[in-house]
């Protein structure tokens, strides 16, 4: 069964740019193996991250992500079953946010970013909408006539 995953965790004080760069190489390289795609959000303090793929796939990741030493206080907003992948296109694609700045390619309305901090302090469970507001940071939203 096809299945995301989406979790919030803190990022360890040594969790240095290189650890991300290498986080980022190695999920690209293991996860096309696995057929899992996603992304990962980080910033100075927190990491966001999709994972898609196969049920026991993605649990079996998650469980071995929860144990990095380069975060901590993993929290699960979501796993839920998906009729199609929302990320389809990168085996782990990266972006770097800045919590007081988030800039997002798309509009958010004051209620949108509000519910995005929500995500981003571990305060929601909204698997849907989290991954809606996650979207925002990778896809143009098509242009409305």
């Not at 085996?91 to 309305?109: H, P, R």
């Not at 995005?116 to 242009?143: C, G, H, P, W, Y």
Request: net charge positive; glycine share 4%.
């Amino acid at each position: 069964m096809l299945t995301q995953l989406i979790y919030v965790s803190k990022r360890s004080l040594n969790c240095t740019e290189k650890d991300i760069e290498q986080i980022l190489v190695a999920s690209q390289r293991n996860n096309h193996a696995l057929d899992v795609t996603g992304v990962l959000l980080y910033s100075k303090d927190r990491f966001l991250q999709v994972l898609e793929g196969d049920f026991l796939t993605v649990k079996k990741l998650y469980d071995k992500i929860k144990k990095d030493p380069r975060h901590y206080e993993a929290f699960l907003i979501g796993l839920r079953p998906i009729e199609k992948r929302e990320f389809p296109n990168w085996s782990m694609a990266g972006k770097t946010m800045n919590l007081q700045g988030v800039e997002f390619k798309n509009y958010l309305s004051p209620e949108e970013e509000t519910q995005f901090q929500k995500v981003l302090n571990a305060q929601s469970t909204d698997a849907s909408q989290a991954s809606r507001l996650i979207q925002t940071f990778f896809m143009q939203r098509e242009a409305v006539s």
